[in-house]
């Protein structure tokens, strides 16, 4: 099964790897090491959505993983939820369990582990080990999000146009 079409107006490290029944819109990028895996389920990832180094999507077997525009998924992230909210930023090795549903303009801390099954409202904040609804997302902690959306959009626009080169 290797349904992935390539999207031209999105970055892809040279060592990303994207197999399956996966979707991923414009201005988005997948950064070094990351794996996206629609081979068990479809991932749909929207606008502007980043998933940096070493980040892992994928899903349950007939579930579809869900990932809405303007996500950022933090370096060393696991996203093996249901669905993921625009605006939402996935700290760096967070993991989502199986069926997890973040709403939107969420903060997923660095290292928390969202258990199976939660559902985390809209512009809320979930940290630690089990991941807990501790608080409502602060308003600088959403001026960074954006920022760090527009950021990557703008840092992927200059590897789509050859200003850095990777090699092996």
């Known amino acids: 099964m290797e349904l992935f079409t390539r999207n031209d107006g999105v970055y892809y490290a040279r060592n990303a790897t994207v197999v399956g029944d996966v979707t991923i819109g414009e201005e988005s990028s997948v950064w070094f090491n990351a794996v996206i895996r629609g081979d068990v389920a479809p991932v749909r990832i929207g606008r502007r959505v980043n998933v940096q180094d070493n980040c892992t999507i994928h899903c349950d077997t007939g579930v579809e993983n869900s990932i809405d525009d303007d996500v ?3 370096h060393g992230a696991i996203v093996h939820g249901m669905s993921v909210g625009k605006g939402t930023l996935i700290g760096m090795h967070a993991t989502l369990l199986s069926r997890t549903k973040v709403g939107s303009e ?3 801390a660095a290292g928390a582990v ?6 985390v409202p809209d512009r809320m904040a979930v940290m630690g080990v089990p991941g807990k609804i501790v608080r409502p997302v602060k308003p600088q902690e959403l001026e960074y999000m954006r920022w760090l959306t527009t950021h990557y ?14 090699f092996p």
């Open 72 to 74: 950022t998924i933090g």
């Open 106 to 108: 969420c903060l997923i």
């Open 114 to 119: 969202v258990p199976p099954d939660l559902v």
């Open 153 to 166: 959009a703008e840092l992927a626009a200059e590897y789509i146009a050859g200003k850095f080169s990777a």
